[in-house]
């Protein structure tokens, strides 16, 4: 496969640089020409720098199973924080978790 590595090589150089074989997990090397440098994902599709469309098969290794930036998921979320994010108490959120589990 052919795709532009314009913007995607320089970024993945200098991360050879700070990270063995550029990545945080070995999982994540495609090789020194072939590891993609992903900037954004939606749905089932992640993009790297150079704008590449690539299907997202690993999905966050399972847990983005509704895909990246998922709309309601996104509200959901922005909806929580606005109340905080971690307490070191319990919260009425957690007991009503664990009553569902």
Known sequence: MSYSREKSQ?????ALNVLVKGVSSN???LGDNETPVIVKGKGA???DADNNEFID???GWGPIILGHA???VNSAVAEAIQNGTTFAATTSLEVETAELV
Request: charged content about 40%; aromatic content about 30%; overall charge positive.
């Open 45 to 47: 599709s992640v993009w």
């Open 27 to 29: 999982f994540r090397y």
């Open 10 to 14: 320089p970024i993945f150089d200098r």
């Open 57 to 59: 098969y690993r999905l």
């Open 70 to 72: 998922d709309d309601r």
